[in-house]
């Protein structure tokens, strides 16, 4: 009984816990405990979905038991079951950690408030991921979004405002040329069911029309997932907001994001629109090329290691895209693998960044000098993420950049794979950086000596930094799960899901 | 010639919704990225999503149809689904709207301006500083 | 044991030797006994997976797969033997001399020192026994990485300048040529397994096949073929014992004994000489030899000096598997045993010099046989080794290089071998000769004598094996013939 109702206690357990958090406002200590149950539920839901799809194929559930196309439907498949996976298992590692991050970052009459928004923010993006229906997107899509413009408003600095701001304005204008993308298509094709859409929409043809919807909705989802050069909002939004978050947000927004990417380019328009009709690859291609690139360069000269690991993120983005660009099963199933990859490198990177943020009060690189000795397990574990980030062999970045190399080799983009070689060498410049700061320069003279962060951070840290490791040496798999989502959405794409 | 003319002109002000979610679109969008006071940004944007509620209402209506209440003497009824989407969106709209008012209060209090070119000479002074 | 387990232990061993060297670090003897005894142990180990190999018995161990069809999994094979022998025999020796020279020099933060070089250790023994270019990709790294703490040991604005040298210049070269090359030969192979006659016969010909084949040799850093060898003398700033055995053996055999496996067991010497331009690759390693030759007579610091050397050295072994001849890529394996004894012996003895008066140049060494007679003798034999003259082990393998040279005609390759024995005589025999014939100058009247006796046994130790493995290459031999060409 309760296992054909997973797909919906997956979004409306985080859903409906939030006002509950919210209720607990006096007792911040228990709103962080059942937010922390609740992430951790939502992950032990991911899990038996994870089982269910394997086991069984794609699972469909109609709510409230209104048949698709009419009534709203949730639909499980190989693809969004890996980003269910990835960010509740993030929640359920960062949700922990928040607790003694943000007993420094954030005033006590407001961390009932931070948690809730985090809650709203997991089921938010549970949400999108999950929903079968292109308008249930949208609004799941809002939830995200405005509970992260809080939790970033959170900062303790003045400019995580106007970060925050900035990031509203943009993300709004994102969703609303999403939301037109979507009823052009309504218009079109009298459905908003992606399954439906998806077997529509061939018979529309080349139609204008359809044309206008694919630019508005690629536009719009390339706001939120940060692509080139409209991803001017993040670097600040990531910098300045509380670490936990951060860490949550790095981890997974931007991988929803380009999930809803895949989801549109491949299984609603389809292979053949995408990329024969619209030819997105020679878009995705330059972007990700100079995201990949420039942002890896502006990263070097950053002071401020959060803001430096923002920039990165720009263009690990980019990697995901460039793999979605290449049009092979390969390639595709890079741009999957990095989705799960990045998210557990990005993850530690922040984290790690948190528990220096909680001993030293910021993250600026001269004031890291010396960390190495005075707190050996966080920035080992920053070094472990950051390998992961250059993609040293059995660190999760290798595998990732192994199959993207693969299929750029398969296109024969030579140029190609050297840009990915040229950005994996500056990705080590930028790393090495703070390695040489913590571990080769002294303790500026007069600072008060710091001691290793409490453990409540150093376990949940580890976790993901081992992750980093445990799935860099054994890719098997999230690499099975990638590739054959991939496989699928090469195959089938054309008539549905 | 004659023909072609009007049919251009039927053609254009046939749709006249359409244009009317155009300019509204694209005057809200103008004040969202020209206007320096951030409450204006805010109302910009306010527009912006306007015009996609009445993109979407007015796709709703079928000539000749009526309200979508059951009716005895009703042939045709317009699409009700686009409206109640709308509906959601709405909501999602006066939430962000609220929120980015909010923001700016904070702002007001944090650096004393709503002003865009203020703050970021303020932002950039600190930058500066680290 | 079952010789997969040997296997097991040899890998494992290093990084038991290190966690040991960290849990002892408060009490010094018991902590360097460590050391030496895990090597002991290993030393024991390799020598009973050597007989497992004499008598052709072959062993594989799967670790796990990392992606489908590409798993890490190490296989024992001769050349790959011959490699992990001469480290496991060195290891021992070197801890010794390491003891005596890190005491004797009051060095700081030696836990970590032993801690790392056992780290080191671990990632030859991981090169050695790779099974396919996959493992031997990551364990190539692991020795990078863990070796740049211990060039970086003094910890100085020098030592950090050089360090990032090092590391810099390896990390570059593995990352931009060598990972594509690897993942460029899984594509097109659809394996990474080192397997005899080479995988690519029939899957890759024509100019992309010597473009694979450049990758792969610019790729690997670590052979220091002219101009990515710009870290072999940078890497000097390292304390002498780290210079020995990871300059003179660790690290740059790992890289010549990549090029030489990669070479015989991915690419295939049937398939290469089928590539345009094959016959003209040997070109690479033999302007490296003459240049690295003629740069060498010109230092006066000793380590420089033999850091040039080295590279000229390395290049034969390269030069050796670019010949592409059966009897070259013979001698190739056997100058890597015979550079690694020679050249460790010639460190050893800089080391021990350094220790006892803290000289560390050439023209600073007149007279000084005469002071310290054990370390001059054993310099002088690894001289004569490294020249190529009997009755010292680099005789041999640069008569093999010089047949297998003939053997394909090249006779621009005898000429660049005949010439630069002649370019290594310039810049040893001064050293030589200032040692033994040239009068001490009056001002630097010090007493002096020899190192301490832990220093003293380890060079004396290498410059016999140097001579012995002259009177006595059975068992390299064995193992060379039974590399599948």
Not at chain 1, 308 to 327: C, E, H, K, P, R
Request: hydrophobic share 55%.
């Amino acid at each position: 009984m309760m296992s054909s109702q997973l797909p919906a206690l997956q979004v409306v357990l985080p859903l409906l816990g939030a006002p509950f958090c919210f209720l607990l406002w006096r007792y911040p200590r228990w709103s962080w405990a059942l937010a922390t149950l609740l992430s951790w539920s939502a992950f032990g839901v991911a899990i038996m979905l994870l089982i269910q799809v394997q086991n069984a194929g794609t699972i469909e559930y109609a709510f409230g038991g209104w048949q698709a196309p009419w009534g709203i439907e949730y639909v499980v498949d190989q693809l969004n079951v890996l980003v269910l996976l990835i960010v509740s298992g993030i929640a359920a590692v960062v949700f922990p950690y928040s607790w003694t991050s943000v007993q420094r970052e954030i005033d006590p009459e407001q961390q009932s408030l931070f948690f809730t928004s985090m809650l709203l923010c997991l089921a938010g993006l549970l949400g999108i991921t999950i929903a079968g229906d292109a308008f249930n997107l949208f609004v799941l899509l809002e939830i995200s979004s405005l509970s992260t413009y809080t939790m970033i408003s959170m900062g303790r600095d003045r400019r995580a405002l106007t970060a925050s701001f900035q990031y509203l304005i943009m993300g709004t204008i994102g969703a609303t040329f999403i939301i037109i993308g979507v009823g052009i298509l309504y218009m079109l094709t009298g459905t908003l069911n992606m399954q439906d859409l998806a077997t529509r929409i061939p018979d529309l043809g080349t139609s204008r029309a359809s044309q206008v919807a694919f630019g508005f909705l690629i536009t719009g989802i390339g706001l939120k997932l940060a692509m080139f050069p409209l991803h001017l909002w993040l670097p600040n939004a990531y910098a300045y907001a509380p670490s936990a978050a951060s860490a949550f947000i790095a981890a997974t927004a931007t991988k929803v994001a380009v999930y809803v990417m895949v989801r549109y380019v491949f299984s609603i328009f389809g292979v053949g629109f995408s990329f024969e009709t619209m030819h997105i690859q020679w878009l995705f291609v330059p972007v990700s090329v100079f995201a990949i690139l420039f942002t890896s360069i502006v990263a070097l000269f950053q002071r401020d290691i959060k803001r430096m690991l923002a920039y990165s993120s720009v263009a690990q983005i980019g990697y995901m895209l460039l793999g979605i660009g290449l049009v092979n099963v390969t390639g595709l199933s890079a741009a999957l693998l990095h989705l799960f990859n990045h998210a557990l490198m990005k993850g530690a990177l922040f984290l790690a960044m948190g528990a220096v943020c909680y001993r030293i009060g910021n993250t600026f690189i001269d004031s890291m000098h010396g960390l190495g000795k005075q707190m050996p397990w966080t920035m080992a574990a920053f070094v472990v993420g950051g390998l992961s980030i250059v993609g040293v062999p059995l660190t999760t970045g290798f595998v990732s950049k192994w199959v993207l190399i693969q299929g750029a080799i398969e296109n024969g983009w030579w140029p190609v794979v050297a840009v990915i070689l040229v950005a994996s060498l500056i990705a080590m410049l930028y790393i090495w950086r703070v390695v040489e700061a913590a571990y080769m320069k002294p303790r500026p003279e007069g600072a008060e000596s710091i001691t290793e962060a409490p453990a409540s951070l150093l376990i949940p840290l580890w976790l993901l930094a081992a992750a980093n490791i445990y799935f860099g040496a054994n890719a098997q798999f999230s690499m099975e799960l990638a590739q054959s989502a991939a496989k699928t959405l090469f195959n089938s794409a054309v008539v549905g899901f | 010639m004659d023909s072609i003319f009007t049919d251009i002109l039927a053609g254009a002000l046939g749709r006249y919704n359409y244009w009317v979610v155009i300019v509204l679109m694209m005057a809200g969008f103008y004040v969202v990225i020209a206007s320096t006071n951030l409450v204006k940004k805010i109302v910009g944007l306010n527009i912006f999503q306007t015009s996609v509620f009445i993109m979407y209402i007015s796709i709703g209506k079928i000539s000749g149809g009526t309200a979508p209440i059951v009716w005895a003497n009703a042939e045709l009824y317009s699409n009700p689904l686009p409206h109640v989407l709308i509906l959601t969106a709405i909501v999602v709209g006066v939430a962000t709207t609220a929120l980015g008012l909010s923001l700016i209060m904070r702002i007001k209090h944090a650096y004393g301006s709503v002003e865009e070119d203020e703050i970021l000479a303020l932002s950039q002074a600190e930058d500066e500083d680290e | 044991m079952t010789p997969e387990s040997l296997l097991i232990t040899a890998l494992v061993l290093p990084l038991v030797g290190g966690a040991l060297t960290l849990c002892l670090s408060k009490f010094q003897n018991a902590r360097d006994g460590a050391t030496i005894f895990t090597a002991l142990v290993l030393l024991f180990v390799i020598i009973q997976l050597i007989g497992t190999t004499l008598s052709g018995g072959t062993v594989e161990w799967q670790l796990f797969e990392m992606l489908p069809g590409l798993s890490i999994e190490f296989r024992i094979e001769p050349l790959g033997m011959m490699f992990a022998g001469i480290a496991a025999l060195l290891w021992p020796i070197n801890s010794l001399y390491s003891v005596g020279y890190m005491r004797g020099n009051n060095e700081d933060n030696q836990t970590r020192f032993y801690l790392f070089f056992a780290i080191a250790i671990f990632g030859v023994m991981g090169v050695a026994f790779a099974g396919n270019l996959l493992t031997l990709f990551i364990f190539y790294e692991v020795l990078t990485l863990s070796t740049f703490p211990l060039v970086t040991h003094k910890g100085n604005d020098t030592a950090l300048a050089g360090g990032r040298i090092y590391l810099s210049i390896l990390l570059t070269t593995s990352i931009g040529l060598l990972l594509p090359a690897i993942i460029w030969t899984w594509t097109v192979a659809g394996t990474t397994d080192f397997s005899a006659g080479g995988i690519l016969y029939g899957k890759i010909s024509g100019v992309p096949l010597t473009i694979l084949t450049l990758l792969f040799i610019f790729g690997i850093g670590k052979a220091a073929v002219m101009p990515v060898h710009r870290w072999l003398p940078a890497a000097m700033v390292a304390p002498t014992p780290v210079s020995a055995l990871l300059h003179a053996v660790a690290v740059v055999k790992a890289g010549v004994f990549s090029v030489v496996k990669i070479v015989v067991y991915i690419i295939g010497i049937d398939t290469l000489s089928a590539a345009p331009w094959s016959s003209l690759l040997w070109i690479l390693p033999g302007l490296t030899i003459v240049v690295a030759s003629v740069v060498a007579i010109k230092q006066d610091n000793l380590k420089k000096r033999l850091a040039y050397s080295t590279i000229g050295q390395l290049s034969y072994v390269v030069l050796g598997a670019l010949l592409i001849a059966p009897l070259s890529i013979k001698g190739a394996a056997l100058h890597i045993v015979a550079h690694a004894f020679g050249k460790i012996t010639l460190f050893f003895a800089a080391g021990s010099i350094y220790t006892s008066c803290k000289k560390t140049d050439v023209s600073q060494l007149d007279g000084i046989g005469w002071r310290m007679p054990f370390t001059m003798t054993a310099f002088t034999i690894g001289a004569i080794s490294m020249i190529g003259l009997p009755p010292a082990a680099g005789f041999i393998s640069k008569w093999y290089l010089l047949m297998g040279a003939f053997q394909v005609e090249q006779l621009v390759a005898v000429m660049v071998i005949i010439t630069s024995t002649l370019l290594n005589t310039a810049y040893f025999m001064p050293v030589v000769y200032a040692a033994w014939f040239r009068k001490e100058s009056g001002e630097t009247i010090l007493t002096y004598g020899e190192a301490p006796w832990p220093v003293v046994v380890a060079l004396m130790l290498t410059a016999i094996i140097t001579i012995l493995l002259f009177l006595f290459p059975g068992i390299p031999f064995t193992l060379i013939s039974a590399i599948p060409l």
